[in-house]
């Protein structure tokens, strides 16, 4: 089997925090936010601020700094300091070992990082970030480490906000429960230059808990609204036990899916992955597993357009018999490109197909895959192919078909995650 070893550099910056944090400067729940934020923007670069554990009561309001280099703030022990930061037009912080009751990163703050923390569950708050004051500025914003289980909706409504924000990056986080806070886990507001992943996992999101908390809600483990010129990189994350995995149902443009693991066994609702509809999309090297992939458009919407799907697996465990590639809806798929698909015991194509000036099954394998972890593999290591399995070494780039990522720290060689260079490099 060929899968890939990927090497992760998150926006340029190797950083990780140190098993015991050198302390410039300490702090205690008795001194005020204001002090606190005050020292943060007067620290000398390359500093660390250390917090000693408690609740730091209200916003920690951090505005209108001209840094030029990174302050770390930290907790003295574990995470054991617990607060509530807002950035506004402040650059080069880094936030680590703490814990969330809410944050808010706007007004143009440029260079702030977020690494290895926790997010309060069902606080009232979430994590918001928003640039829309900013529409042309690279922000150089990283969220990596971030545990988010039951994260409440923040200013919109998702747990993590993403609003207007450029050259951003999500990694190695992980999003479970939460259904019943009616909140999605990421949603997406305007237009974004924005990498999930790689390494972010997904699981537990589900309607019914959803409906109940907040009626008439959708709740979606991501959500793209309102956006058509944005860039949005999907890569090596991992999706389970939830409803709906991806939806984009407002003509998004520029989106690159690669290199997931869209595990939907076990769960009865076939519609998790509905991008309907979108232009210019690449959706390659995917596992989806029970999902119906649903590439078409709302009635109310124009068609979905030069959509290139290929080296994706269909595969049925059982769940639901509407597995595979769905064009169907509405004005359905214009110039769309469907190949290099390995599928079982299911209609790949689902047979009701929409598609004007479409290609489908070029290099396709009618074949069970077979997985390192069974048949229906309870880990994301275990959606490995295996080797001699069906679609072994035959995508299109001479890798196994499906997701060549199952957890790790990893990028596609030659590819540095995180760089605006390679935003677009998708584009055929």
């Known amino acids: ?48 601020i250390c917090l ?16 030029t280099g990174y302050v770390t703030i930290t907790s003295t022990t574990g995470r054991g300091a617990i607060l509530k930061p807002r950035i506004g037009a402040m650059h080069y912080t880094r936030w680590t070992e703490l814990t969330f009751t809410g944050v808010l990163v706007n007004s143009c703050s440029r260079h702030n990082q977020f690494i290895n923390f926790t997010m309060v569950e069902a606080s009232g708050q979430g994590f918001d970030t928003d640039g829309s004051t900013c529409l042309t500025t690279d922000l150089d914003l990283l969220i990596d480490g971030g545990t988010f289980h039951r994260v409440s909706m923040g200013v919109n409504t998702g747990g993590l906000n993403f609003k207007y924000v450029r050259d951003t990056q999500l990694t190695n986080s992980t999003f479970t429960g939460g259904g019943d806070t009616g909140a999605d886990y990421i949603q997406f507001q305007g237009n974004s230059t924005v990498e999930i992943g790689p390494n972010n996992s997904f699981s537990g999101l589900l309607q019914a808990d959803c409906s109940v908390s907040s ?18 990189w ?15 149902p407002d003509r998004t443009g520029n989106i690159l899916i690669e290199d997931n693991v869209f595990n939907g066994c076990g769960v009865a609702y076939a519609h998790k992955f509905q991008v309907n509809p979108i232009v210019g ?13 649903s590439v078409d458009s709302k009635l109310i919407w124009p068609a979905s ?62 074949a069970t895959p077979v997985f390192v972890g069974g048949a229906t593999p309870n880990t994301w290591a275990g959606w490995e192919l295996a080797a001699a399995s069906p679609g072994d070494g035959a995508a299109t780039d001479g890798f196994d078909i499906g997701s060549r990522f ?12 995180g760089t605006p260079a390679n935003r677009g490099r998708f584009r055929r």
Not at 29 to 45: G, V
Not at 52 to 67: E, I, L, Q
Not at 235 to 248: E, K, M, P, R, S
């Open 1 to 48: 089997m060929r899968r890939v070893v990927w090497v992760f550099l998150a926006l340029g910056v190797l950083w990780s925090t140190p098993a015991f944090a050198v302390c410039d400067q300490t702090f205690t729940t008795a001194s005020s936010n204001a002090t606190i934020a005050a020292a943060i923007k007067a620290a000398p670069n390359d500093t660390t």
């Open 52 to 67: 000693d554990s408690g609740t730091y009561a209200g916003n920690m309001d951090v505005f209108s700094g001209t840094r």
């Open 215 to 232: 009626p008439g809600s959708h709740c979606d483990a991501i959500q793209i609204a309102g956006s058509t010129t944005g860039y949005y």
């Open 234 to 248: 999907f890569h090596g994350n991992y999706f389970a036990n939830g409803d709906t995995f991806i939806l984009a």
């Open 281 to 293: 999309a690449v959706i390659r090297h995917n596992t989806f597993a029970d999902v119906r992939v």
């Open 305 to 366: 357009e030069d959509v290139l799907a290929e080296n994706n697996i269909i595969y049925d465990c059982g769940s639901n018999s509407e597995t595979g590639w769905k064009t169907i809806g509405g004005n359905g798929c214009i110039d769309c490109t469907f190949r290099y698909t390995l599928a079982g015991d299911v209609d790949a194509y689902l047979t009701d197909t929409n598609c004007t000036n479409c290609s489908f099954g070029t290099g396709d394998i009618v």
């Open 406 to 417: 199952v957890g790790g720290e990893v990028d596609i060689p030659g590819v540095t995650p």
